[in-house]
């Protein structure tokens, strides 16, 4: 296991408008308010699609399994992580029957509105999101 501290340096508050792709949006936020590090810790709105990836076994790496589809769906949660710029979140939809989601792809068009907070922190998250540091975190 792996754990550190660090202060949050600033929160941000993002609003998407129809018809913005979530993931696309994340990524021009990122990159036109120069966030390069920061935590996901919120995120609610609608979704007129949807489209993420599972992991569809249980050895490393898993394959991917993917779900893409343009049903309509409430935007339960997002979370996850700005590193180095790049956008690394999981979304939550619901509908009428059932809770779904995962790795969050292109392709997720907001309905209504979607609201997303971000923790932005001086902190390098690069070691937290690699497979190929997990002996690394181990021997911590």
Known sequence: MLVERTPVKNLIFMRLNPGDDLLGALE??????NIKNAV??????????HHFHV???RENPPRNDFVKDEKASDIAGISGYIIEGRVHAHLLHSDTEKAFGGHLHEGVEVL?????TLAEVDYDFSSFDSIGDIEKLRAH
């Open 40 to 49: 996901i810790l919120c995120g609610i709105g609608s979704a007129r699609s």
């Open 55 to 57: 992991v569809g076994t």
């Open 28 to 33: 021009k936020g990122a990159k036109d308010y």
């Open 112 to 116: 209504t509105f979607a609201i997303i």
